[in-house]
């Protein structure tokens, strides 16, 4: 089915790591890009392709895939990280359509 | 560095036609997909379609009889009307560019344009 989905909320402790995963079939054929979206902002693109960083994103993220799963983590999070995530990817269906999962509200403890 | 600078009426009556135009500084205007996504209010993101510098469209297939997107080259600007506008409708909507590659990314998005549908 043409879907991605993400757990609606994930928190973390200051400092620990957080993984935040998105499942869909299309994941199998494409990788997911991952946004960071803050209160009252536009969403920001902070991981894409297989493992790749935009310029001045910071090195604590990372992501990865398996299957029909992506999982985007932090490693050592901050109070600046508390946002919503966003996975997106292509559809696999042969129709160019885009998908976006409905998002993780991440809370830093 | 790229910018994407976005503008159009944000309050609009049931049935009317919504129009924005991005505008796009500081880069190419060829080679990419220049995108519009929407986000009603405290909901997640939704694709709507893009168009890319030839102007070969794409749309989603639960907006696509009431969207059109086109672009002026000469101002490396790109539009969207949506007609029949419904409080469905109602959302945040931001221009995005999209990477023309296989597995696709926004690099860059607009400010957004908070665009409400109200008798």
């Known amino acids: 089915s043409s879907e991605l989905t993400q757990d609606p909320a994930v928190s973390v402790a200051l400092g620990q790591t957080v993984t935040i995963t998105c499942q869909g079939d299309?994941?199998?054929?494409?990788?997911a890009s991952w946004y960071q979206q803050k209160p009252g902002q536009a969403p920001v693109l902070v991981l894409y392709?297989?493992?790749n960083r935009p310029s001045g994103i910071p090195d604590r993220f990372s992501g990865s895939s398996s299957g029909n799963t992506a999982s985007f983590t932090i490693t050592g999070a901050q109070a600046e990280d508390e946002a919503d995530y966003y996975c997106?990817?292509?559809?696999?269906?042969?129709?160019?359509?885009?998908?976006f999962g409905g998002g993780t509200k991440l809370t830093v403890l | 560095q790229v910018q994407l600078h976005q503008w159009g009426a944000g309050l609009l009556k049931p049935s009317e036609t919504l129009s924005l135009t991005c505008a796009v500084y500081?880069?190419?205007?060829?080679?990419?997909?220049w995108t519009w996504i929407r986000q009603p209010p405290g909901k997640g993101l939704e694709w709507i379609g893009e168009?890319?510098?030839?102007?070969?469209?794409n749309y989603n297939p639960s907006l696509k009889s009431r969207v059109t997107i086109s672009l002026d080259t000469s101002k490396n600007q790109f539009s969207l009307k949506l007609n029949s506008m419904t409080a469905a409708d109602t959302a945040v909507y931001y221009c995005?560019?999209?990477?023309?590659?296989?597995?696709?990314?926004?690099?860059?998005w607009g400010q957004g344009t908070l665009v409400t549908v109200s008798s």
């Open positions: 168009i890319n510098h030839s102007g070969s469209t």
């Open positions: 500081g880069g190419s205007f060829n080679n990419y997909y």
């Open positions: 995005a560019r999209g990477q023309r590659w296989r597995h696709g990314y926004f690099d860059y």
């Open positions: 997106h990817s292509r559809d696999s269906s042969g129709y160019p359509l885009r998908l």
């Open positions: 299309s994941l199998r054929s494409f990788y």
């Open positions: 392709g297989q493992n």
